[in-house]
């Protein structure tokens, strides 16, 4: 069982780029769940996708939007980088809610 | 609105020495709470999950309790080590929205050899 995988690890932006971020749920789940985390704090819900739909969704503005596949992995994309989107993007997936959640390695953007 | 605290921020503790780390949450509604690992710059381990209708969780040196009454729980890790060093973070499902973790800042472990 290879668990919750994402890419790429690094990724380097100007402000006012657009990325996208990729995430590949552990084996058998079927929600998967985006959290960004600031240098020294917990991470932030963005948003949740469940049968590939925004099932929930934090407090983030609408340049930050997701896609969930029939096979269950998902995409983060976030429009018009800000500096303060540099940070720590977690996917969490699980097998519905509010189940254990399982955490991947994250993906480690920066926006100069 | 469920607000998750985990003091202290940091501790240092020599090898050997047993760990008490805790959580707190103010809403007592929970469904579950959950305890992760965190090493620099890497992702979340999930370490315990435990049921609301749990009073405690047991995986090998690691222990967790949950008073919901009260609205804590608490970590403890038995005859530390210098490998258990890193950031040690709890979350609960939003009451309103149980697919959402609400997660603390973390304390941050030394373990000193």
């Known amino acids: 069982d290879a668990g919750v995988t994402q890419s790429p690890t690094h990724l380097i932006k100007t402000r006012g780029q657009q990325v996208t971020l990729r995430c590949s749920p552990k084996s058998g789940h079927d929600t998967v769940s985006w959290y960004q985390q600031a240098l020294g704090q917990g991470p932030q819900f963005i948003f949740q996708y469940y049968e590939e739909e925004e099932r929930q969704r934090g407090n983030f503005p609408d340049r930050f939007s997701g896609h969930q596949f029939p096979n269950y992995s998902s995409e983060l994309n976030v429009n018009a980088l800000l500096l303060g989107d540099s940070a720590l993007y977690l996917c969490?997936?699980?097998?519905?809610?509010?189940?254990?959640?399982?955490f991947g390695p994250g993906t480690r953007l920066t926006v100069l | 609105k469920q607000e998750v605290t985990q003091i202290p921020a940091a501790l240092s503790v020599p090898e050997g020495e047993n760990l008490v780390l805790n959580c707190s949450f103010t809403?007592?509604?929970?469904?579950?709470l959950q305890w992760f690992r965190q090493d620099p710059g890497k992702g979340l381990t999930s370490l315990l999950l435990?049921?609301?209708?749990?009073r405690e969780q047991t995986s090998g040196r690691l222990n967790a309790s949950l008073d919901k009454s009260s609205g804590r729980s608490t970590l403890y890790i038995a005859a530390s080590q210098p490998g258990d060093s890193a950031t040690y973070l709890c979350?609960?499902?939003?009451?309103?929205?149980?697919?959402?973790?609400?997660f603390g800042a973390g304390t941050q472990v030394v373990v000193t050899p």
């Open positions: 969490a997936s699980s097998s519905g809610t509010p189940n254990e959640q399982f």
């Open positions: 979350a609960v499902p939003f009451t309103d929205s149980w697919g959402k973790l609400q």
């Open positions: 809403d007592s509604a929970i469904y579950n």
């Open positions: 435990i049921q609301s209708s749990q």
